[in-house]
Structure formats: structure tokens, C-alpha cells
């Protein structure tokens, strides 16, 4: 053997010891970790030491993966020890069996990533979540499954798909506990069940069950509910530990807001989990936010009583694409914006309330010595001028390239597949019809539709508001209902009547409509180059109303991008799409009803030149493209998301177009 050989294998030799060597002395660091209830002294003890922990929520998915350091090392930054969130079931199995875990979806690195930085993890795994997001979490497949279902208790369809989806993220998870070596030191089973009306205390202890043999004998799992006697009647189960949550009221009393955790726990930590220094919002109505100096004070006592606490949000971010929730009743769809009024801003700057924050909790452990990161730059671009590419119809081809369809009857989305976004329901009218007008009833829309004859608009119809109008159509005219669904409903007992679309027979003059074609819509698909001028040069306007359709500008940043807002004040109701080296779906406006009116566009979603950024509007209602200096958009520098809402006002709507037909 030569020297060089001999030496090469005393080099592998030492290298295998030293990877030993590391790797027992990590083993050895992980079996010294411990997280457990010390019942007697009412606390939490880490590593054989009394713990308490101040923590806050933010959503992996609601905010770009390029920014998950920067909104971690803030949180840090402010003085907390954790970190919670959920892990929503429909973001990683779009389709039954088919996961995705990458990139946006890898909350593994996620919470690698809050490892590295210093914080801990508290996970919350569903498999219902709440949280304002779509379905609650849910995979709307499960509607197409078995419509009858009940959810959120042990429904045999249910409780199958349940075990399925936790069988695949349990073991995901167990690596990364505490005493493995991860961060994470507790997991959430479901989300405040005792206020949800089924109560099936077979279902809560299932959960509890496959999770603790999945986890590990040493994990903890606990529960979350609100903070009345009757939330801890069905929403605990026993071994999870039980916790509670609530708000900042009028005369704050700690004591009497834990008092129905500790009734149903006489001992152990106190913990609020989800401790609110805002509120979310919906269309139409004034954006929720929570006065600085109440919240504070109130967070002070909290700590100062000893309290466990989870401010949520800490950092709300945003409700990209179709992933915004709606609530119920009456139905109201959370917007694009998910800023939340928290600390950190829905672009992750640091506000008021943030240090204010950092104060109190300074009274209560020391800070880290790290200064607090700077905001990201934001820039405004300016004005892009807009041009008419296509209506709805004029690019079904490429919107739904497999075409419609075919039923006697309308189906809901569901049925055929349609998760999320827009369907398009057309039919040819067959036979005779009288001059007098008819009643064209749409009393099964979910949730807004569209409705158009020869492509012209006719009308809006809303499950809150209008549902019928009187109409003369001639045969052989084509009736098209484009139909948006604007977020299926995640809280209460409704969620079990979650259907989109078309969930009920259409009829006219009391005839049930028969023959249609039905067009699952994907918006993505929509190619900035591939339609223009092909079929006309504007879409069809009646009144105010013009066709539903896509229109397109140029967006040059000459170089590396900034964070930015889009401001289409003058737009009616659509959806924001943004294509440079890959195509974005940023997600919903409606500014005239608001109260959010700018859309967060983030640096990760825009390419500096030569690459072109197109923005693309599809625009439901009315866009301000009469003259070519109105169609324009503009990119600002500042967030607009508290202008003075309009609830939709159906009688509004109605004046503002004819309910005339009128001809190509």
C-alpha cells in the first residue's frame, strides 16, 4: 500500500469517528431535552427548568417564502420565544393522494428555519384550522366525495380521509419535537371544537389517540378553546392538555377569563393561545384594529399573572390567490389582505404597536442583543396603462383547454372538480318563448354570478342579495352565468352546506332549464400575448356593467425589485395576476366595497428588466377603460387596506345598468 493510499484511509478512518463522535453528541443533547407539564408547580418546565413562553402566530403560507427569515428574525428581534401556526391540510393535498411539500408548502424548512434563528415552534395540525383560511383548512374534494357528510366528527368518509392526511403529516412532524431535537413543543388537535355544534367526544379522543402514537409517548398535544365554560364541555379531550383563548375586553380580568381552563385543568400552566392584538376583516365593512395602549396593558397583566401567552397574529400577511376564508352568517369573504392590524404589517414592517410590545415583554426576560431588522424598501412605479385582451368567452379555449363539461342539469364545482375560482355555466335557449318578460331565477348561486346573453351583461346575482330578474330572451340566444366562488365557508355548522357554483336548478318562468355546458375555469392559464385584438377591441358594455374580461399592461423595473401595492381605485371587482418568469395569481380586489383597496405585490413577485412583468386584470364588472388615459393601474408605495367600505348594496347595483337586453 502506498504512503498516499494509507494516508487517504487515516483520513476517512478520523472522518467517521468525527461524524460518530458528532452524532452521538447530538443524540445524547436530544435525549437530555426534555418539555413537560409540571401539574403541581402550574408551569411549563424546558430541560428540567421552570418555562414560560411568549410567542407569537404567523402563517408560512400566507407570507412569501423569500421573506420567512425576515418575518422570523423580526419576531425574535421583539423578544419571543415561539413561534405558532397552522399547517393547512388543502395547501399540501390538492387531489386525493397527491401531496405537495415544496417550495411555498415546505413547512419543514419553515421550521428548520425558526430553529435556526431561535425560536420555538407550536404547531397547530388541524385537521381543521379555522384561521380565516379557505374551508377552514379543508380539501374541498371532500365535498365531491360525499356531500352528505358531516365534518369534524367520526363520519366514516371523514374520519377516513382524516387518518390518511395525519398518517402523512404526523411522521413529518416527529423528528422535529422538542425532545428529538427539533423546536416544536406542543401540537394543537383541532381548533376551539367546543364551540362547534357536533360534540363528539370519540372524534376529539381518535385525534388525541393517533397523534400521541405517532408523536411519541413523551409529546405534548394539546387543545384550544374559548374562554366560556361551555367551549371546555366538548372541546377538550382527556390526555391533551387544554387551553384556552380570548381577547382584550372592557375591564380585563385575567383571572376570569382563564377560569374555564382552570376549571377543567384545577392545575398545570395557564395559556392563551391565541391572545388577539387585532381582528380580521371582511368585504364591506371598516377595518378591524385594537387600540395600542388597550392591547399593552392588557398583555402586561397577562405576563405579570403568569400566563403562557400566543399573541395571534404577530404577523398576518396575506390571503394570496383563492386561499381567503369567508364566514357565516350572514356569508362574508375575508379578504385579500390578512394584515390583521398586528405587530408586524401585512409586509412585515415593524409598527407602533411592535415596540410597544418589545417593551412590555423586556419587563419579563431580556432581549435578544440583535438590533430590530430594517422594513423592506418599498417603491412606488407608478401608472402601467392597460389594454382589452379578451372576454371571458372569447378565451375559454385557453381557460379550459379539456372544453365543458356536458349535464343535463348544472353541477357545482365541486362535482367537477373545481376547488377554487370561477365556472362558467352556458346554455342555448330551446323553444318557444313570449315577447312578455320572464323571471330568470338563480336562487342556487354561490356565490356571486355574472350573467350575460350573447356575451352582453345583463346583471350581477349574489347569495346575499339578488337572485332573480325579469327578462325577454329570444331562441337560439346563449345564456352564460360565470360564477365566482369567493371563498368556501370555514366556521360553524355551515361549513357542512360548502357547496359552489350553481348548487340548484336554474329556471325561467318557472321552467326548469335543461342542456348545459359547464366550463371549469383556470385563470392562470391566461397568456398575456396569446389573444389580443383575435376577436375584438373591447368587450360588451351595458350601463355600467361591461363583460367579464382580461386586460393587460407592461410593468419595466430597471432594476432589483421592491416590494409594492397595486392601486386600482377605479376597477370594480376581479382578480390580480402578475406573469414575469412564472405567472402569480396575487389575488382578489374589490375597492369600491373594500375596506382593503391596494394589493401587497412582494419583491419575489416581480423581475427586473429585461424581463417583462405583465399584469394582468380580469376584471368581473366594470373596468375604466372607456378612454385609453382611465385604463391604467399604478404601483405606490404604501398600503391601503382602511378606506371607508360599502357593504354590497343590491339595489346600487341595480340602478346602474339597464335590465333591458340589448343586441350584439
Known sequence: MTEKMAATRRWIFLSCCIVCLLSACQLSQAQNRTFEIDYLGNTFVKDGKAFRYVSGSIHYMRVPKEYWRDRLEKMYAAGLDAIQFYIPWNYHEPEIGQYNFEGQRDFVQFIKLAQEVGLLVLIRAGPYICGEWEFGGFPAWLLRENPKMVLRKMDPTYIKYVDTWMDKLLPMLTPLMYENGGPILMVQIENEYGSYFACDHDYMAHLFIKARQI??????????????????????????????????TLFFNPQKSFQPQRDYEP???????????????????????????????????????????????????????????A??????????????????????????????????????KQLPSMPIPKNTTKTAYGKVEMSFMATVQDALQTLCPKGPIKSQYPLTMEAIGQWQ???????????????????LDLSGVRDRAYLMINQVPQGIFDRN?????????????????????????????????????????V???????????????????????????????????????????????KLHVPKEPSDTFLDMSAWGKGQNLIMSSSMINVGRYWPYVGPQVRLYVPKPFLAPSPTINYIIMFELEQAPCDTADKCTVEFVDQALINATPHKPNFEREETKFSRKRISV
Open 465 to 505: 342579495g339578488q337572485k332573480t330578474m325579469n327578462l325577454t330572451l329570444k331562441v337560439n340566444e346563449t345564456i352564460d352565468i360565470l360564477v365566482e366562488n369567493m371563498g368556501h365557508i370555514g366556521f360553524g355548522s355551515e361549513m357542512n352546506n360548502n357547496s359552489k357554483g350553481l348548487i340548484s336548478n
Open 327 to 364: 364566514n357565516y352568517a350572514p356569508y362574508q369573504a375575508v379578504p385579500t389582505s390578512y394584515d390583521y392590524d398586528a405587530p408586524l404589517t401585512e409586509a412585515g414592517d415593524i409598527t407602533d404597536k411592535y415596540i410597544a410590545i418589545r417593551q412590555v415583554i423586556s419587563k419579563y
Open 215 to 248: 408523536l411519541g409517548p413523551r409529546s405534548i398535544i394539546y387543545t384550544t378553546d374559548g374562554d366560556l365554560q361551555s367551549n371546555f364541555q366538548c372541546g377538550p379531550t382527556p390526555g391533551a392538555y387544554a387551553t384556552t383563548d380570548f381577547g382584550v
Open 421 to 439: 375560482g370561477f365556472v362558467l355555466y352556458r346554455h342555448t335557449l330551446l323553444g318557444d318563448t313570449p315577447s312578455e318578460p320572464k323571471t
Open 507 to 553: 329556471t325561467f318562468g318557472g321552467s326548469i332549464l335543461t342542456g348545459w355546458s359547464i366550463f371549469p375555469l383556470t385563470v392562470e392559464n391566461f397568456k398575456p400575448s396569446s389573444l389580443s385584438g383575435i376577436y375584438r377591441d373591447k368587450p360588451f358594455r351595458n350601463g355600467n356593467l361591461t363583460t367579464p374580461s382580461f386586460y393587460v399592461g
Open 267 to 325: 392545575f398545570g400552566p395557564l395559556v392563551n393561545s391565541e391572545f388577539y392584538p387585532g381582528w380580521l376583516d371582511h368585504w364591506g365593512y371598516p377595518h378591524s384594529t385594537v387600540n395600542l395602549d388597550v392591547f399593552s396593558k392588557a398583555l402586561d397583566l397577562l405576563l405579570d399573572y403568569g400566563a403562557n401567552v400566543n399573541m395571534y397574529m404577530f404577523e398576518g400577511g396575506t390571503n394570496f390567490g383563492f386561499w381567503n376564508g
